[in-house]
């Protein structure tokens, strides 16, 4: 069984810039894939960006292309979420997810506590 834990996140200014990070442990970090979903106020949770067990492979949500940019370090078991542009519809609560293989396109086996992202204007 993997656990993840969230960390990074804040209150930040628009058009400023955070790094949110997702520690794993208990599993074979590289062979799954893993994903960002956030969740605001009154909205379901959506998924923001998705990243291969290699880390060769990625996609994102069209309201977060070209500002954010997911990656990996399986030497350290973390996967992160570099924000930069932010606006205030980027707040919300933002949670990994490890997924049940190492394809972008399979289903959450795992979540977090999640970690609130606050952009004010």
């Known amino acids: 069984q993997v656990q993840l834990v969230e960390s990074g996140g804040g209150l930040v200014q628009a058009g400023g810039s955070l790094r949110l990070s997702c520690a794993a442990s208990?599993?074979?970090?590289?062979?799954?894939?893993s994903r960002w979903y956030r969740q605001a106020p009154g909205k379901e949770r959506e998924v923001v960006a998705s990243?291969?067990?290699?880390?060769?492979?990625?996609d994102y949500a069209n309201s977060v292309k070209g500002r954010f940019t997911i990656s990996r370090d399986n030497a350290k078991n973390t996967v992160y979420l570099q924000m930069n542009s932010l606006k205030p519809e980027d707040t919300a609560v933002y949670y990994c997810?490890?997924?049940?293989?190492?394809?972008?396109?399979?289903?959450?086996?795992?979540w977090g506590q999640g970690t609130q992202v606050t952009v004010s204007s």
């Open positions: 997810a490890a997924l049940s293989s190492g394809t972008i396109w399979s289903t959450p086996a795992a």
């Open positions: 208990g599993r074979t970090f590289s062979s799954y894939a």
């Open positions: 990243i291969s067990g290699t880390g060769r492979v990625t």
